[in-house]
């Protein structure tokens, strides 16, 4: 290594080191402050939630990953229903279905950050199996809003996780994430298919296998998102259209930007702009 990298890097290590104490200094918060922050958003005690986050962007919070898990649980109480997508690939679903993987719901990791791990692990809670986008669930319910995934047509849409967010006017909460991560966005292409410019799924029905906890072999026949859509997929122009509508909340707290969108507003925005002649596509 030479002098100049053994500098940069002894200053990146001071950036952060100074960060982290700038963070706890003057955006300390506890686990009760993101608590009354979401529910001053409006999540209440009932609410079926799903949760996008990233814990990258809990800066000055003062507690452990499973205290936000804990929280989350408290804020919608055993009568809710809080889940959490919990994908195992990084890149796109078709050339992750192309690997010919075997989802196996007890082992396979969930990739979509810090959180969604420890939740899939955490006791009480349900995974969906779905050999692309699986759900972790907890809560009321969590066995019914997780059945027969693997029997839907896409991933996202009719008979998902996802669908039952929307029947049971869910809600959204973003936690240090941007609407880019919107799963939810999924179940409207569904719906909106036929009135879309171009259809975001693919022609080609992929042939896919999951794993239940009892070793069982489950078989799921669906259409998955077509790369060169999702290529162009631009969910940041709903934005302005949800603000136009009165459905973008937003918060922060210490560091942690957040974001609250009922299912509801999120489709009636879509169903909108999609009879104005706008799309999510660039």
């Not at 998902?160 to 991560?181: H, M, N, W, Y």
Request: proline share 5%; with cysteine; glycine share 8%.
């Amino acid at each position: 290594m030479t002098s100049w990298t053994h500098a940069k890097t002894r200053a990146k290590k001071h950036m952060k080191a100074f960060r982290r104490l700038f963070a706890n200094t003057f955006r300390s918060f506890t686990p009760e402050d993101l608590q009354r922050t979401l529910r001053g958003l409006g999540i209440v005690h009932g609410d079926t939630v799903l949760v996008h986050s990233s814990f990258d962007a809990f800066e000055g919070f003062q507690g452990k990953p499973t205290d936000v898990i804990s929280m989350l649980q408290s804020v919608v109480g055993d009568e809710g229903i809080l889940m959490m997508p919990t994908m195992m690939f990084s890149g796109t679903a078709v050339a992750f279905a192309k690997t010919n993987p075997l989802f196996d719901v007890a082992r396979t990791p969930s990739r979509m950050g810090l959180l969604t791990e420890l939740f899939r692990r955490s006791p009480g809670v349900v995974r969906s199996i779905h050999p692309t986008h699986p759900v972790a669930i907890w809560g009321h319910d969590a066995e019914v809003v997780a059945a027969g995934h693997h029997l839907a047509g896409t991933p996202c849409g009719a008979g998902t996780p996802f669908e039952a967010l929307l029947q049971r006017r869910g809600k959204i909460v973003l936690l240090g994430t941007d609407i880019s991560v919107l799963t939810f966005f999924h179940t409207l292409e569904e719906i909106l298919e036929q009135e879309l410019p171009v259809s975001p799924f693919t022609d080609e029905v992929f042939h896919l296998r999951s794993k239940t906890r009892d070793g069982q072999i489950l078989d799921t026949n669906c259409r998955l998102f077509e790369p060169a859509v999702s290529r162009r997929r631009n969910l940041y122009k709903l934005v302005p259209h949800l603000k136009k509508f009165g459905a973008w909340r937003e918060a922060q707290v210490g560091g942690l930007k957040i974001n609250v969108l009922a299912a509801a507003d999120v489709n009636a925005v879509a169903r909108s702009m999609n009879k104005q002649g706008i799309n999510c596509y660039d």
